[in-house]
């Protein structure tokens, strides 16, 4: 059985992209919220079963993801800690709580993951940094990617890795959005149908991700192949870098990073 405490954005990400790839069925899974509105929304949605008791979903889980805000964590510990079955493995997409302190929160011996997952879980393209704990055995370590890797990419990191993952991958769709949003406005403002706009700027976007995925050269090198000499792209290239992209999303990035550790 899968459980989720808290059935925030994140959480419904996780457990649309699990449910849509056959990873875990809607019965296997039961989620908590203190919400009656966000339980009721994931009930109608997913189908899955859910309730407001955390101590509920502790006892019946085999496979425990705890998705609350970081101020809420330890209250939501403190409930399900007496709960929890012996050998459930404790999966934490709590932003900046480290393993050191959710053990302290637990005070006994239990197998914890960290991770930091994404909402593009929602159409199986997310991707997530994970870490273990010593009580995790590499049976056990499996188990846990292969839920995120159900629903998208899943990479083992060391936990002084994981706040740079919270940058360059947790909160980086938003980032993506933004530039997504900026160029349909662009081509608004040069006389395009906005949905259109749209449909171009994202589907540019994602073919462009996946050229560096499945073609394997450096981001710099296809950059370079769409600007050809004298030509249009080279202009546009030239005010990016004159505008400071890269000095602006390296900025930011790094200050996502500073207030993940700061949580």
């Known amino acids: 059985m899968l459980g989720f405490i808290g059935c925030g954005n994140m959480a419904t990400a996780m457990m649309t992209g699990i449910i849509g790839k056959g990873t875990f069925s809607k019965e296997e ?5 203190k919400s009656e509105a966000a339980t009721e929304k994931i009930s109608n949605a997913l189908g899955v079963k859910t309730t407001g008791d955390n101590a509920e979903v502790a006892k019946a889980a085999d496979v425990l993801v705890i998705a609350v805000k970081p101020f809420h964590l330890e209250a939501a510990i403190n ?13 934490s997409i709590v932003a900046g709580q480290s393993i050191e302190k ?3 929160m637990f005070g006994k011996s239990i197998k914890l993951v960290r991770t930091m997952p994404n909402t593009p879980a929602l159409v199986l393209e997310g991707a997530a940094g994970v870490c273990f704990n010593s009580n995790i055995t590499d ?7 292969g839920i995120f890797r159900s629903f998208g990419i899943a990479h083992e990191v060391p936990e002084s890795m994981i706040d740079a993952v919270v940058g360059v991958s947790g909160s980086s769709p938003a980032y993506v959005f933004m530039f997504i949003e900026a160029m349909a406005d662009a081509a608004v ?5 906005r949905a259109l706009a749209y449909d171009f700027a994202a589907q540019s976007v994602l073919g462009s991700a996946k050229m560096v995925l499945e073609t394997g050269k450096h981001p710099g090198e296809l950059k370079d192949m769409v600007c050809s000499p004298a030509g249009t792209t080279i202009e546009a290239v030239q005010i990016l870098e004159d505008k400071g992209l890269r000095s602006a999303v390296i900025e930011a990035q790094r200050a996502c990073v500073k207030r993940s550790k700061e949580l």
């Open 189 to 193: 403002a040069d006389g395009m149908p």
């Open 79 to 91: 409930e399900i800690k007496d709960h929890i079955k012996s050998d459930a493995l404790i999966i």
């Open 29 to 33: 899974i039961i989620a908590a919220d």
């Open 102 to 104: 959710i053990e302290k």
């Open 139 to 145: 049976a056990e370590k499996e188990v846990a990617l």
